[in-house]
């Protein structure tokens, strides 16, 4: 049987999903949406009055949803199948990643107001529940309709002037992500607290993060969002699609060895796509050489972003820079090789200057960049630890080899 959902983007039409009886998808724009030649959804979606097909759908509206096992038990609580997107979109597409809504059609979308306020006990609870029940699905206070990518338990929240708040249906646009301390990563708070602030501290774009603790002590990262217009009132969702939805590729491609996006690709959507690739070409550069230093692997195609102020998009504030190195067992692969290189302790001046090639930057000017930003890198992460908000084992241990790596680049901290 054929269903459908309406698909708004700020809160105004723009097209249908369509599930077709063969379960496939289809996604067409609406003609007065074609006609006003509006902002396309994706990237890989400009607007036009033909449809698109099942696989481009799969890879641009199936990567708004959550990943593995956070999949796997939202569609348990749900009693969806994890493979069926187009129920799963019709379940958690109300609040999602960047500005796109889902909506049943003939139904006109609720908006309101109203909001739970999370109490201390709440919030506790939750955030330890959230491997079983992501999204704070079923943890009672009414249904939820929110999804946010990734394979790591996260929950959207709005800040409110008494604290956190799960917005109905409908309801207020989220503000903030919490990304509660996993068990089987002891620190991942401190670590990606510190990756992040590290990144802030070099003058790279990257989204807000803070530290906090439970009432009964479970540490949790609080991350402001970048695709809200958090000055705004009401907050307004700003859209934003990260780097496989906007090549067209699925969730399942996001590590390069896997058929996901390269540095090259990336450097090259930035370079046709962005509104200012001057800008943001150098910050794709900064963002690969800190990745590389800081030990983060798992830099793949969606932890890079587009964010749509305008027609045109601009690289998003950087996000999910975290040291894997700092964890044994974990694969040193890299997500996106580097002029060649595959693994961590291969990427070398030689493969710096390879990759310059990928990006389209002189050579000269690149490795420039990487031993300047290398030595600062280097100063700044031994400057943070000095502080008790970065003074903990995890962050020494990051630090020690953001070291050891510069140091095997002839750069002396």
């Not at 949406?33 to 696989?55: K, T, W």
């Not at 506790?124 to 946010?148: F, K, Q, Y």
Request: hydrophobic share 40%.
């Amino acid at each position: 049987m054929t269903a459908r959902l309406q698909v708004l983007l700020h809160g105004a039409p723009a097209g249908w999903l369509v599930r077709k009886e063969n379960g496939n998808l289809q996604f067409r724009y609406h003609e007065a949406y074609v006609q006003a030649q509006q902002m396309p959804l994706s990237n890989a979606m400009p607007v036009q009055a033909e449809a698109y097909g099942h696989r481009i759908c799969l890879a641009v509206f199936g990567g708004i949803l959550p990943e593995q096992d956070v999949r796997r038990a939202v569609s348990q609580l749900l009693g969806v199948s994890p493979s069926n997107d187009y129920r799963l979109l019709e379940e958690l597409g109300g609040d999602c990643a960047g500005a796109i809504e889902f909506h049943l059609p003939d139904v006109e979308p609720v908006h309101t107001d109203d909001a739970r306020l999370l109490s201390a006990q709440d919030l506790d609870r939750i955030l330890v529940e959230l491997p079983r029940r992501p999204l704070a699905i079923g943890s009672g206070g009414g249904a939820t309709r929110m999804s946010l990518a990734g394979a790591q338990g996260k929950l959207p929240v709005a800040l409110a002037p008494d604290g956190f708040t799960l917005p109905a249906p409908g309801g207020p646009a989220t503000t903030h992500i919490l990304k509660p301390q996993p068990e089987r990563f002891d620190g991942l708070v401190d670590n990606e607290h510190f990756c992040m602030s590290l990144a802030r501290r070099l003058g790279l774009p990257v989204a807000v993060t803070r530290t906090a603790k439970t009432l009964n002590g479970l540490p949790y990262l609080v991350i402001d969002r970048y695709d809200r217009d958090l000055t705004a009132h009401p907050v307004r969702r700003l859209h934003q699609e990260d780097m496989c939805q906007a090549l067209g590729r699925l969730t399942s491609e996001k590590y390069q060895a896997d058929g996901g996006p390269t540095v090259r690709e990336v450097a090259t959507l930035l370079r046709q796509a962005s509104a200012a690739p001057v800008q943001d070409l150098p910050v794709l550069w900064s963002a690969l050489i800190l990745n590389v230093l800081v030990g983060n692997c798992d830099a793949h195609g969606k932890n890079y972003s587009l964010l749509y102020d305008t027609a045109r998009p601009t690289l998003a504030p950087l996000y999910d820079i975290v040291s894997t190195a700092a964890y044994e067992g974990l694969t040193t692969r890299l997500s996106m090789t580097i002029g060649g290189a595959t693994h961590l302790d291969d990427v070398g001046l030689d493969s710096w200057a390879r990759c310059a090639g990928e990006v389209g930057f002189n050579e000269r000017y690149a490795l420039d960049r990487v031993m300047q930003l290398a030595t600062r890198i280097c100063a700044v992460a031994d400057d943070m630890i000095s502080s008790s908000e970065h003074d903990n084992p995890q962050v020494h241990a990051i630090v020690g080899g953001i070291s050891e790596r510069a140091t095997r680049w002839g750069i002396r901290s």
